[in-house]
């Protein structure tokens, strides 16, 4: 059933997911420049995720919406290295540096595991992960807002 709470969380996780990519991006290589093309897929899968998954969870309990908003984060960041990853193999692809398929399908799990390794700086994930507390309590406020709203008519 639609309800408010899905295109509202969509949107709290899109905006956190925009500010986390951001942050990301010097700790992926410094001295490049990955573009707003990388910060749109993620803001374009957390947008899906915030939809689909974390719209349906938030409400039950405020500990449990927080959880939901973490698992939403660990979701968008897999989704996302999943398709840049994809991505990069074709760019790889092209450049002759696979000689089979196998070898491109365990190209494309090191390049996702390269993706998230680089995220695992203790002060980018306690800023993911204070960012992802605070659009979970939101959430689960607002949630209540509109249930009390709809439940009053």
Do not use: C
């Not at 692809?93 to 390794?117: A, K």
Request: proline share 3%.
């Amino acid at each position: 059933m639609f309800t408010l709470i899905r295109p509202v969380s969509a949107v709290f996780l899109a905006a956190l997911a925009y500010f986390a990519a951001v942050a990301y991006e010097p700790l992926y290589d410094p001295d490049i420049d990955l573009g707003m093309t990388y910060i749109w897929y993620a803001v374009r899968v957390a947008f899906v995720v915030g939809w689909v998954f974390l719209g349906g969870l938030v409400g039950r309990a405020l500990w449990f919406s927080i959880y939901a908003t973490l698992q939403a984060v660990v979701l968008t960041a897999i989704g996302t290295a999943m398709i840049l990853g994809i991505g990069e193999i074709f760019i790889r692809g092209y450049r002759r540096q696979y000689s089979e398929v196998m070898e491109t399908l365990l190209g494309y799990f090191e390049i996702v595991l390269d993706w998230l390794n680089r995220a695992l700086v203790p002060s980018y994930l306690i800023q993911v992960a204070i960012g992802a507390v605070v659009v979970g309590i939101s959430l689960h406020v607002l949630n209540a807002l509109f249930e009390r709203r709809r439940n009053d008519r």
